[in-house]
């Protein structure tokens, strides 16, 4: 049996498998999901510096208060280390947070045309001072990046330890690629043989065996991200299914009951209705719900009347009465 409590990147973590960034998605709510399933560790979305040192108040909120347990690690994204340190700065003035990860990874063009996210790929000087300058304030500094070429990744991911970095999270895709194409799982697992301890994966886990195989290759944790979307329950299963201890309130959604699924998505859907609103409620229980019930009698007409549904608490009404559905 694989025990908790780890040190990863100079965090301890619960489980190596972790909930991965995601624009509109890694909310406080999603993420307090994930945690109670098992995450050793969430992400919160990609938070722009230059909204923080701006006062943006949309930005501001991202951040949220200080109740939420750890770990947690915030996703910054700026063009220079002087933005990214202010941005720190106000965000640990806010909360605490248990590291400050750098986004090089993001290839969406409102990033990169402002000279960060994947755009810092190309520029290791201002990548390189980046993470020094970060470190100034005293917690781990991770970066997450993408591949490029070979050669170019390996010299990438040696220019950001020698900087500081306490852990790389690799995404085995190029920029260009975006989010098409399969992950090159290959790349990633050899960059953690040659960076022993030091790198993460990210790029299609679907499954256990995904999570198996970057772990096996020395990869030191890895990244549930669409994946997470796709089945609500990954974390519990792959956790399980590769032999890390779970507690008992986690064990039943290894293989949930159909009630324990849409208590689930009304559980995640009445906290996001909440705290981050009506609309993100209902987006992300669709979503949770395209994911269960594949090939069960109903699951259809259950989709379509959520999908009707305007207003969370007719959702969670309709979805609260499914007493006997596909059972
Ligand atoms: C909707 C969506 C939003 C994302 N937002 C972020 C982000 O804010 N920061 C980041 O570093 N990566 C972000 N990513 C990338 C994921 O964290 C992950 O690296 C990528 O999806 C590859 O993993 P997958 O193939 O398992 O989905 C996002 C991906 C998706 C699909």
């Given at each position: 049996m694989n025990r908790l409590e780890r040190r990863i990147g100079g965090v301890g973590v619960r489980s190596p498998i972790w909930l991965a960034p995601l624009a509109g998605v890694t909310t406080r709510t999603f993420r307090e999901f994930h945690r109670r399933l098992g995450a050793g560790l969430v992400h919160t979305e990609m938070i722009s510096a230059i909204g923080l040192t701006h006062g943006n108040k949309k930005t501001r909120d991202?951040?949220?208060?200080?109740?939420e347990p750890g770990p947690v690690a915030l996703q910054l994204f700026a063009p220079d280390g002087e933005e990214l340190v202010r941005g720190a700065g106000i965000a640990l003035g806010m909360r605490r947070f248990d590291v400050i990860e750098i986004n090089?990874?993001?290839?969406m063009p409102k990033v990169?045309?402002?000279?960060s996210g994947a755009y810092l790929l190309e520029n290791p000087r201002e990548a390189g001072r980046m993470v020094s300058a970060l470190k100034s304030l005293g917690l781990p500094v991770w970066v997450k990046l993408r591949k490029t070429s070979p050669q170019g990744t390996a010299d990438f991911c040696r220019m950001l330890i020698d900087s500081g970095t306490d852990l790389l999270i690799l995404h085995g895709r190029t920029p260009a690629q975006?989010?098409?194409?399969?992950?090159?799982k290959e790349i990633v697992c050899r960059m953690a043989g040659m960076f022993p301890g030091m790198l993460a994966a990210s790029g299609d886990f679907y499954g256990p065996e995904d999570a198996g195989a970057y772990l096996g290759a020395g990869c030191v944790a890895v990244l549930a991200a669409r994946g997470s979307l796709r089945d609500a329950f990954l974390i519990p299963k792959t956790l399980a299914a590769l032999g890390f201890e779970i507690s008992e309130d986690i064990?039943?959604?290894?293989?949930?009951a159909p009630r324990d699924q849409l208590d689930a998505v009304i559980s995640i859907g009445r906290a996001g209705s909440a705290r981050e609103g009506e609309r993100f409620a209902i987006v992300l229980a669709r979503r949770m719900l395209a994911g269960m019930?594949?090939?069960?009698?109903?699951a259809g007409t259950l989709r379509q009347e959520c999908a009707a549904c305007k207003k969370w608490v007719d959702m969670e009404e309709f979805l609260t009465g499914q007493n006997d559905i596909m059972l």
């Open positions: 991202m951040i949220g208060d200080d109740d090089m990874a993001c290839p990169t045309k402002r000279g975006r989010y098409d194409g399969a992950a090159d064990r039943k959604y290894v293989n949930p019930f594949k090939g069960f009698t109903g």
